[in-house]
């Protein structure tokens, strides 16, 4: 959850784009939907469950683009590696069902599984009417609102249960501020806090870097090089890891401008230029990847000190600074973009040799690229 906690805000930001949801969307849902499961007497590890599931229900929505049986199933693909504690399945799957069978699947009452229910209904109600409004009329029209839609889009318990705690004002207090929400997390989740293998994390942050990229090379492309280079298995793995979420700080640059066709403007150039820097501070919340957030985000140096966000120059960077580097803008020239057919694996080397010609990238780094991406 800790995890979760500190991307949660990123697919917010992507969510907010095709819902007009607000920001931390995913908290809010994490709130209400925990408060719905203490009034069920939902055990620690099913609330612990049930707040990873909120926070992460919108993972395959800039893939799919819309909410139908694709994003539905891909939701729960794309979770299929978490480390959850309990025994609920489906949850993502079934989290657009309604109580009359009206979902995506046609479900109905008792087929629907219980943290689905939960999700849908916390989803709905901020959705719909945004639960960080503070003027009293919106909470009318909520209140209203899941009255009329009672056995209909909403179980009748959990609607009993909203019913209840909605009558105490710190309820809504607390929903309106992220602090307030954090600290109810926090005091009310058990520690499930376990030392997960590498090869388990990385399973966990590749599902990120498919949210922007999803036929992208680069963890495979990485995994050559650092095979090559010899890395001990930590240092490889946490290399793979930096790799894997190199590009979470574009869950942050608006969607129009990561996605047009036309040349860029300058402003919209330097917007781009800002996602290292947020993959460092969303990075740097992680507990355990302080490595992982200083590698991710020198991806777009180069050694003439003209790359970004930090305009490093060749003292400042490591092998792996430069190999991350290097092996980027590689696998970015060799894949299709929004405004460029990808070049041929050759063109792309007679490019970089040429940068590194002109001092921006290692040349030993760019001709074992030939030698283990290209040639091989």
Not at 174 to 195: K, S
Request: proline residues 2%; aromatic residues 10%.
């Amino acid at each position: 959850n800790n995890f979760l906690l500190s991307t949660s805000h990123t697919l917010d930001f992507v969510e907010s784009q095709y819902n007009n949801t607000t920001p931390n969307h995913s908290k809010r849902i994490a709130f209400l939907s925990l408060k719905i499961g203490q009034k069920l007497n939902l055990n620690d590890k099913e609330m612990f469950d049930l707040c990873a599931y909120s926070l992460c229900h919108d993972i395959a929505l800039n893939e799919a683009k819309i909410k139908n049986e694709e994003y539905s199933i891909l939701s729960e693909i794309k979770i299929k590696d978490f480390p959850f504690l309990s025994n609920n399945n489906d949850v993502l799957k079934y989290q657009n069902e309604n109580i009359n069978g009206s979902g995506i699947f046609g479900l109905k009452d008792d087929d629907i599984p219980l943290f689905s229910k939960i999700l849908n209904f916390s989803h709905t109600l901020d959705v719909n009417f945004d639960l960080s409004k503070k003027d009293i009329q919106n909470r009318k029209d909520i209140i209203a609102f899941v009255k009329s839609n009672t056995n209909t889009l909403f179980d009748k318990d959990i609607v009993n249960i909203f019913l209840d705690i909605s009558t105490k004002l710190e309820f809504w207090i607390d929903i309106q501020n992220e602090n307030d929400i954090l600290q109810f997390i926090f005091n009310n989740l058990h520690d499930f806090t376990t030392a997960l293998d590498f090869e388990e994390i990385l399973n966990i942050t590749q599902s990120f870097l498919d949210i922007l990229e999803k036929d992208s090379k680069l963890i495979s492309n990485c995994e050559k090089m650092c095979e090559f280079y010899e890395f001990e298995h930590k240092d490889k793995y946490t290399f793979l890891i930096s790799a894997s979420m190199s590009k979470i700080g574009k869950l942050l640059i608006p969607l129009n401008i990561l996605q047009k066709e036309e040349e860029l403007t300058k402003n919209e150039q330097e917007e781009i230029k800002a996602y290292p820097y947020y993959n460092k501070k969303i990075l740097s919340n992680i507990m355990g990847f302080n490595d992982i957030a200083l590698l991710s985000c020198k991806i777009q140096e180069l050694l003439d000190a003209n790359g970004y966000p930090y305009s490093l120059s060749a003292k400042d960077m490591s092998l792996k600074d430069r190999l991350i580097a290097s092996v980027n803008i590689y696998t970015s020239l060799t894949q299709d973009n929004s405004y460029r057919k990808a070049y041929s694996k050759d063109e792309a080397i007679d490019i970089m040799l040429q940068m590194a010609k002109d001092k921006k990238l290692d040349i030993s780094i760019v001709n074992d690229i030939n030698k283990i991406l290209v040639k091989d």
